[in-house]
């Protein structure tokens, strides 16, 4: 069974960061397409970063340049970096696997397998 658990939350001032894991397991983690998404209260949820076999990554234009998207296949870990931190950015994060080696568009819908979450929370 696909297991997913996201870390690494919290509650920062505006410009802080944090470093959000997600530990993985019971799928050939090296060999897919992993994600992190985010949901805000009464929005849809919405692709953060996407990063594949080859590890080559997507961003949502409204996190470039601040979030930073990596994995260890050894340890069956993903991880979004999280820099320069904004309210707008407030949400639950989650992350996702789809079984597929390239990460061909953002849609949550793409995906069959999530994590339970972690909060972020940026005050200005």
């Known amino acids: 069974q696909v297991q997913l658990v996201e870390s690494g939350g919290g509650s920062v001032q505006a410009g802080g960061s944090l470093r959000l894991s997600c530990v993985a397991s019971?799928?050939?983690?090296?060999?897919?397409?992993m994600g992190w998404f985010r949901q805000a209260p009464g929005k849809e949820r919405e692709g953060v970063a996407q990063?594949?076999?080859?590890?080559?990554?997507n961003y949502a234009d409204s996190v470039k340049g601040r979030f930073t998207i990596s994995k260890d296949n050894a340890k069956r870990i993903l991880y979004l970096q999280l820099n320069s931190l904004k309210p707008e950015d407030t949400a639950m994060y989650y992350c996702?696997?789809?079984?597929?080696?390239?990460?061909?568009?953002?849609?949550?819908?793409?995906?069959?397998?999530w994590g339970q979450g972690t909060q972020v929370t940026a005050s200005s």
């Open positions: 990063i594949d076999v080859s590890s080559r990554t």
């Open positions: 019971a799928y050939p983690f090296a060999s897919v397409c």
């Open positions: 996702a696997v789809k079984w597929s080696v390239q990460c061909l568009g953002s849609s949550p819908r793409q995906y069959p397998y």
